[in-house]
């Protein structure tokens, strides 16, 4: 997992830039792990978003603005990362791993990383939502799952999701109405399936 010895890749940098991009954009790792989760729907792949997420944000540190919305900022690194190319990359790697007939086992896990990531009450109470939800979840398409992330988990304005996923707000609005219908049905379908529920509602049938 992302960790200190990983996210500065220039060792020229002064100690005070690096340490003024730690305070401010470290506070946001572990939302910004919450939301590479569910992006990717798998601990490693999070992982390493994350991290790749976190190295450009450090190769563009010059060009953030004091005192302006950080949090946002990173939101938007990560969600171009994941979507100019990380979907990609995994899918790449998924066929050459199926190739191979295994998966390759992660190397590099710094002692502080195990101890912030490896605590399964932190993970539950910090990372993860109820199963049935997360299932739910995995099962709306990648596009629309981003937009309701952003909007109903994570609590971003419709302009800082539009930014971050290089969409008008027009376009983000229809996203979140069309995946929170594709949600409520994946709900439902789960309700019907364990009992909890008779019947799907009309809307619910029609989401699809």
Known sequence: ?????QRLPSASATTAQNRLFEET??????????????LTRNERDAEDLVQDA??????????????????????KILTNTFINGYRRRVKERDIL???????????????DAMEAYGNPEARIATHTLCD????????????FRMAVILSDIEGLSYKEI??????????VMS?????????????WRFGLDEGYIREVPEDAREAA
């Not at 791993?97 to 002692?111: F, I, P, R, S, V």
């Not at 539009?162 to 376009?171: E, F, H, L, N, Q």
């Not at 996203?175 to 709900?187: V, W």
């Open 1 to 5: 997992m992302f960790h200190k010895s």
């Open 132 to 143: 049935d939800v997360q299932k739910a979840l995995e099962a709306v398409p990648p596009d």
């Open 175 to 187: 996203r979140l109405f069309r995946g929170r219908r594709l949600l409520r049905k994946a709900l």
């Open 97 to 111: 791993e199926k190739q191979e007939n295994g998966c390759h086992e992660l190397t590099m896990h710094a002692a």
């Open 25 to 38: 954009t470290l506070p946001y790792v572990d939302e910004l792990f919450g939301t590479a989760l569910r």
């Open 162 to 171: 539009a930014d971050a996923m290089g969409t008008p707000v027009g376009t």
């Open 54 to 75: 976190y190295l450009r944000a450090y190769r563009a540190f010059h060009q953030f603005e004091a005192g302006t919305n950080c949090r946002a900022w990173m939101f």
